[in-house]
Nanobody, 117 residues
């Protein structure tokens, strides 16, 4: 049974930091592309950051220089370090695991991030 579980969300003031974690089980983690997406109220879900199985990282323009995605294959975990947070970063953040070659994709349940003073 595949499980993708996020943690680390919460309320933070503008300029603050949060570190999200996503633990995946039931998959060959090292073979999967791992990503973070977010969805704000009334908006579509959007890609935030993605890390390939080989370690290549890509970021949305809106978070470049502020967010860092990293993965630990030994722990089956992907992280999203978020610095200099802005109110517009407020959203539910979702972890995604995908293996395009096998047409497999899994989502976590999401974790709320609220940036407000």
């Amino acid at each position: 049974q595949v499980q993708v579980v996020e943690s680390g969300g919460g309320l933070v003031q503008p300029g603050g930091s949060l570190n999200l974690s996503c633990a995946a089980s039931g998959i060959t983690f090292s073979s999967y592309v791992m990503g973070w997406y977010r969805q704000a109220p009334g908006k579509q879900r959007e890609l935030v950051a993605i890390c390939s199985s080989g370690g290549t990282r890509n970021y949305a323009d809106s978070v470049k220089g502020r967010f860092t995605i990293d993965r630990d294959n030994a722990k089956n975990t992907v992280y999203l370090q978020m610095n200099n947070l802005k109110p517009e970063d407020t959203a539910v953040y979702y972890c995604n695991a995908q293996r395009p070659s096998a047409r497999l994709m899994y989502w976590g349940q999401g974790t709320q991030v609220t940036v407000s003073s």
